[in-house]
């Protein structure tokens, strides 16, 4: 390199400038960034950049070149900051994100050094000084992985590519074809940054996997496919270094010509200033948007004049609030005794029964002239029955005013609520015989006077009950009315508060526009002019850089307290933010094992039959039948996810124990394929391929063309169409170009089902000609997993190329019984599988089971077991900021697995898994309890419950079978007087308020799913309006730019919503699960209380049939938004000016009012749909209730008859159930 020392570095004021002004405002991550071009241009410096995917080996390949071990290596990401290596005195500094250093000189703690290089919390670059044969002003930069999901690692790979005059992209041989690696490359195209392609790892490559002449054939036809144009491609291999299929030595040759050959920019690229100007102009709306938006949005509509109005009204409330809160129970007492003290239970017909009954038990009470003890006993009895009779039911009727009176005197507070009607309907008061008969005077002579009397002493006895239930009953909803009544108060309380802000707010709001625009005003005259600070301010802005301290070892504190979050936040829209997960809850008591299973699959068959033989339990009989039948039959969905070329398919091969699926680096799996038990109909080894129809294909293509404004009629006018298309949509073209190439071959077959050998299937799975038009293949296969009635489903990979591969994942989320989520150990947590957690976060708390497996594919490749410890330790981590906690998560070696099964190792689940190197033992144990105890355990617990129930049943007919005479017609007395309660609670409308509460959540979801999709706009509008797009197509039309851009940004919002949509299909359904249990809950406690022996038979988990998403935004003309576009002049105008926040409040009105119809559009059908399920449901349950609870009446009223044949049937059945 020649010596550039007395070069001048051009725009050096104006980068100083802007330093300055960065560090005025607080934006660190500008300061920092502009800080290091200015080190660079002053030095003269010529750095060389490596990044790439993490784990793909930067740092290892670093260490090779420099034939020296700096850099730490490991398969998670272990550089969480921007590591340069120059030429110099042997030295390590650490740079911490506050701007000071600390040096380590040789001999180097390297387990130190590379904590350091690991900790992005606190550190923020590592410098390495070395002797390497380098020139002086020659650098090296190692970055993190460009699809890590950490904040500091995007910082750190962003801030080398400013920096850098060459990048040398790095990918690992199973991910050169990952749509990330795609991307960033064109970014840096974009750039004009001169890039090289080196490929690692390349001792992964087997021949009888993929010729290598065909990989680099793949490789080459994925860059071109994507307009990239590499200067060079290296495929190297750091552990083969001898083989022949190394370019090592080529890569070392091509690094000495740039140490010789290599010069520096003489100025920082204006495109580069100007990108700093606009992102931290981004920064300063995005720092201040919070507390703008919650200005602007008190003040929106808000009528000032208004506002002395609306407080005297509040006041009024908090007086009537205040009184509600302190007196409520007093009224509601009041009331509730004017119904009972008016009550009239006494009437004619009443009274002369109580007269009939009275005159019985006087004591010279005969019957007829040859009267007997026992005759005046019975006489008694009738005469007590029929009083009873008629008392009973005016007792109800009181009840049911009561309940009524005290229901409409709560709901007029606090509206009509679940939880305080359960205790109400609660109320029951059960009418004693021996009360009545308690109640008479003895000795009293019966009169006129005493009939009154008595009949007095008795209503008031039953009144004075009433009240004394009524006021349980107050205390119990107390707790539940006093916080809301109070809850109410502070509301008000709130609103006051809230008025005053909103006078706060239009003050505040003013001051802060007026800052921005003052702010934005001085940038702009920065960047048309160099002198907006004098000599003497910049001198001392140079002084300062230049006097940052360096610390030494001895120095080095303990701990700084950096806040990196802070400095890195305006880097991103939105950070991902740990949620609250709500735990999940054992549904089975019961462990089982396939031999269980089996037992009680053959148990309930065996029961049943014997039901069967005794009158009354039909419905125990088909309960029982049924799940035998699943036990024995059942068959549960394993689905499997991950990144493509994480393993899936050799994961699902070594679950097999065959290589039934085809593996290879490139992306294989380009359908959805399951694989299925076989039966006589589907013999071993034998594919179904069932091929798209030609009207859902065309359907598919014009979903791929509309991004392109352009459709097509007939399959044979694509290659017409591909010509005409720009380079934007990758991930469409890969998937039109393979159905361009390949429609011919399938056309006479589309819309049929091919019967396929193994091999001949495995063609249609892994060629995307082929497969693109498959629509699902099912390979039948007999193994130890399918006999168990377990169907595997491999998906494509989540970050494939091809865009479609991404849209089935949602249906697998919600139907799969299991599911197994692969990553692959050198490449363990990508940008896709954050994208794929995302997605799974809508509707994870609807699961009903923790049906989630997380393995690290590839274990084999760990150079110890503390390397896998760490692996798994780091994916642990990435797991929890999305609320998922204690995963289920595994490291495994699915080559090791196959490998081991075709020498005939048996995994189980009771084997010893302390010396299994696969690690698969581990992870087939708590699979399959899973699948044991969990899925088809819940079956044998439920199954359990019924034989309880039919238990409790027989046994409380043989104990009433061995009552006396006069014990037996009080019990079918008492049992015909809890029937007639039954009925009559039976014969309540219970739906409509839970009918309500459905209605209520429905809309509540749709509230919330309108908030967020409103929140993913604002936070992502800069995607899709941002300088990189406007300003670089400026000279275009502006109609047709603007266009563009609203168009995608519609297609992301509209998927948004429709995912959101389909998740809150999944969170209803399991509202109407919860709302039937409480139902069936609150009818057993109801049972309870009228007494005993009314047992009530469990419900089975319902199959709800999911609603349709009826419309949709991207439907809606996109016309409809275009008068938005007026905000837009020219890019000055709108990223500098106010274009960017009216253009971006106006698109909000617009949408807002868009989404609101979709949405009333949607839950209204959505709405409609569950109503319908639900009422037809309850109606179900309601009979099934109804039927049960009779036949167990006739049960018990027919054990009282002393038919000894059916009571030695009970006793016989209760043998067989023991």
């Given at each position: 390199m020649k010596d550039t020392s007395g070069i001048t570095f051009k725009n050096e004021d104006t980068l100083l400038s802007l330093y300055e002004l960065f560090n005025k405002h607080g934006d660190a991550l500008r300061a920092r960034q502009t800080f290091n071009l200015l080190k660079k241009h002053e030095a003269r410096r010529f750095d060389v950049c490596f990044c790439g995917h993490f784990s793909a080996g930067k740092s290892s390949l670093l260490n090779t070149l420099m034939q020296e071990d700096l850099l730490p290596t490991s398969p998670i990401p272990t550089s969480a900051n921007l590591v340069s290596i120059s030429h110099g005195t042997p030295e390590i500094q650490i740079v911490f994100w506050d701007g000071r250093l600390v040096s380590f000189t040789p001999p180097y703690d390297l387990k130190v050094i590379k904590q350091h290089a690991k900790n992005g919390a606190e550190v923020s670059e590592i410098r390495v000084k070395t002797l390497a044969d380098f020139p002086p002003y020659w650098g090296l930069m190692d970055t993190p992985g460009i699809d890590s999901t950490d904040p500091a690692h995007q910082a750190a790979t962003e801030e080398a590519v400013q920096l850098a005059d060459v990048i040398f992209y790095v990918a690992d041989y199973n991910h050169m074809q990952a749509a990330d690696n795609f991307h960033f490359l064109k970014s840096i195209q974009a750039l004009n940054k001169p890039f090289h392609i080196i490929v690692t790892q390349m001792d992964k490559h087997k021949e009888s996997e993929i010729r290598l002449v065909d990989y680099k054939k793949k490789v080459e036809e994925g860059l071109a496919s994507w307009g990239l144009s590499p200067l060079s491609l290296h495929y190297v291999s750091i552990v083969e270094p001898a083989s022949s299929r190394n370019d090592i030595a080529q890569l070392k040759t091509l690094l000495q010509e740039l140490q010789h050959n290599g010069q520096p920019a003489d100025a920082v690229d204006d495109a580069l200033i100007q990108h700093l100007i606009d992102t931290h102009k981004q920064w300063w709306i995005n720092t201040h948007k919070r507390e703008m938006d919650a200005y602007k949005d008190r003040l929106m509509d808000t009528d000032i004049r208004q506002l002395n109005t609306t407080y005297v009204d509040l006041q009024q409330q908090k007086e009537a609030a205040v009184d509600a809160k302190e007196n409520w129970t007093q009224a509601v007492v009041k009331k509730t005794n004017q119904t009972i003290n008016s009550a009239i239970l006494m009437p004619y017909e009443t009274r002369e029964a109580a007269r009939s009954f009275l005159e019985a038990y006087q004591p010279k009470f005969k019957v007829g002239m040859f009267s007997t003890k026992q005759k005046v006993e019975k006489a008694r009895l009738?005469?007590?029955?029929?009083?009873?009779?008629?008392?009973?039911?005016?007792?109800?009727?009181?009840?049911?005013?009561?309940?009524?009176?005290?229901?409409?005197?709560?709901?007029?507070?606090?509206?009509?609520?679940?939880?305080?009607?359960?205790?109400?309907?609660?109320?029951?008061?059960?009418?004693?015989?021996?009360r009545l008969v308690e109640l008479i005077h003895s000795g009293a002579t019966l009169s006129g006077d005493y009939l009154l009397r008595y009949t007095e002493d008795v209503a008031e006895d039953i009144k004075k009950t009433f009240r004394r239930l009524v006021q349980e009953a107050l205390q119990q909803i107390e707790g539940i009315i006093t916080p809301q009544l109070a809850d109410h108060l502070q509301q008000i309380d709130d609103q006051v508060a809230q008025l005053q802000d909103q006078f706060d707010a239009a003050s505040r709001y003013e001051t802060l526009s007026q800052e921005q625009q003052h702010y934005f005003e001085q940038l702009d005259t920065l960047s048309e002019s160099h002198d907006l600070f004098s000599t003497e301010s910049i001198e001392q802005v140079k002084a300062a850089i230049a006097e940052l301290p360096i610390w030494t070892t001895e120095q080095l504190p303990d701990s700084f307290k950096t806040k990196r979050q802070e400095t890195l936040s305006p880097l991103l829209d939105v950070e991902a933010k740990a949620v609250p997960v709500v735990e999940q809850e054992k549904i089975t008591d019961i462990q089982v094992d396939q031999d269980q299973i089996n037992h009680w699959s053959e148990q309930f068959a065996r029961f049943s039959q014997a039901l069967k033989a005794v009158h009354g339990f039909e419905a125990f009989v088909t309960n029982l039948e049924n799940k035998a039948d699943r036990l024995a039959h059942q068959t549960f969905t394993i689905a499997l996810f991950g990144a493509f070329s994480a393993g899936k398919s050799s994961f699902a091969n070594s679950l097999l124990g065959e290589q039934v699926l085809p593996v290879s680096p490139h992306p294989t799996t380009a359908t959805i394929n399951r694989i299925l038990p076989v039966d006589a109909d589907h013999p071993h080894k034998t594919a179904h391929i069932k091929l798209k129809t030609e009207a859902a294909l065309l359907g598919e293509i014009n979903e791929a063309l509309a991004p392109f404004h352009l459709a097509v009629e007939r399959l044979e006018d694509i290659n017409n169409v591909i010509n005409k298309l720009s380079e934007k949509e990758h991930e469409h073209l890969t998937f039109l170009l393979a159905a361009a190439r390949g429609w011919q071959a399938v056309a006479a077959h589309l819309g049929t089902t091919l019967t396929v050998s193994l091999d001949e299937a495995q063609e249609f799975i892994a060629d995307e000609t082929k497969a693109c038009f498959v629509e699902t293949a099912s390979i039948y296969y007999n193994c130890d997993i399918t006999r168990q009635g377990l169907i595997l489903v491999d998906t494509p990979g989540a970050d494939s190329i091809n865009a479609r591969h991404t849209e089935a994942a949602?249906?697998?989320?919600?139907?799969?019984?299991?599911?197994?989520?692969?990553?692959?150990?050198?490449?363990?947590?990508?940008?896709?599988?954050?994208?794929?957690?995302?997605?799974?976060?809508?509707?994870?708390?609807?699961?009903?089971?923790?049906?989630?497996?997380?393995?690290?594919?590839?274990?084999?490749?760990?150079?110890?077991?503390?390397?896998?410890?760490?692996?798994?330790?780091?994916?642990?981590?990435?797991?929890l900021s999305f609320g998922i906690r204690q995963p289920r998560l595994f490291g495994v070696s699915s080559h090791l697995v196959l490998q081991a099964k075709q020498e005939g190792v048996v995994f189980s689940e009771q084997a010893d898994n302390s010396n299994d190197p696969s690690g698969f033992q581990a992870f087939y144990q708590e699979w399959m309890h899973y699948i044991q105890n969990d899925l088809k355990g819940q079956i044998v617990t439920q199954g359990n419950h019924e034989i309880q129930q039919v238990k409790t049943i027989i046994h409380e007919v043989l104990d009433s079978a061995s009552l006396d005479e006069n014990e037996r017609r009080l019990r079918q007395q008492n049992i015909q007087a809890e029937f007639t309660d039954i009925q009559a609670l039976l014969a309540r409308d219970h739906i409509a308020s839970y009918t309500e509460r459905l209605k209520q959540e429905i809309k509540d979801y749709y509230f919330y799913v309108k908030k967020r999709v409103m929140q993913r706009y604002l936070d992502t509008f800069t995607r899709f309006f941002n300088p990189a797009v406007l300003q670089k197509n400026a000279s275009g039309s502006k109609k047709a730019l603007l266009t563009g851009c609203l168009e995608e940004c519609i297609q992301f919002l509209s998927f948004d919503l429709d995912q959101e949509g389909r998740a809150t299909f999944i969170r209803i359904e399991s509202?109407?699960?919860?709302?039937?249990?409480?139902?069936?809950?609150?009818?057993?406690?109801?049972?309870?209380?009228?007494?005993?022996?009314?047992?009530?038979?469990?419900?089975?988990?319902?199959?709800?049939?999911?609603?349709?998403?009826?419309?949709?935004?991207?439907?809606?003309?996109?016309?409809?938004?275009?008068?938005?576009?007026?905000?837009?002049?020219?890019?000055?105008?709108?990223?500098?000016?106010?274009?960017?926040?009216?253009?971006?409040?106006?698109?909000?009105?617009?949408?807002?009012?868009?989404?609101?119809?979709?949405?009333?559009?949607?839950?209204?059908?959505v709405s409609d749909h569950y109503e319908q399920q639900w009422y037809k449901t309850i109606t179900a349950i309601d009979e099934q209730n109804k039927n049960a609870l009779t036949t167990i009446y006739e049960q018990r009223l027919e054990a009282l008859q002393s038919d000894q044949t059916l009571i030695n049937q009970y006793k016989a059945l209760l043998d067989q159930l023991n």
């Open positions: 009738e005469r007590l029955d029929i009083f009873f009779k008629h008392l009973s039911d005016h007792v109800n009727t009181l009840r049911l005013q009561t309940t009524d009176t005290l229901s409409q005197e709560i709901e007029t507070l606090i509206g009509k609520q679940e939880a305080v009607q359960a205790i109400i309907l609660g109320i029951s008061f059960s009418l004693k015989r021996e949602f249906h697998y989320i919600k139907n799969a019984d299991a599911i197994l989520y692969v990553t692959y150990y050198n490449h363990a947590f990508s940008r896709a599988d954050e994208e794929f957690l995302i997605q799974l976060g809508r509707v994870k708390d609807a699961f009903e089971l923790d049906k989630m497996f997380f393995l690290v594919n590839a274990i084999d490749l760990a150079r110890d077991p503390q390397e896998v410890e760490d692996v798994k330790n780091y994916v642990e981590d990435r797991l509202v109407l699960d919860r709302l039937a249990k409480e139902r069936q809950t609150l009818l057993a406690h109801q049972l309870s209380s009228i007494g005993k022996g009314w047992p009530l038979q469990g419900l089975n988990k319902r199959e709800w049939t999911s609603a349709e998403i009826v419309a949709s935004l991207k439907e809606m003309s996109i016309t409809a938004y275009q008068d938005v576009f007026k905000h837009y002049k020219n890019p000055k105008q709108f990223f500098e000016g106010d274009g960017q926040k009216l253009f971006r409040e106006a698109l909000r009105k617009q949408l807002d009012k868009a989404i609101d119809r979709i949405i009333d559009e949607n839950m209204s059908k």
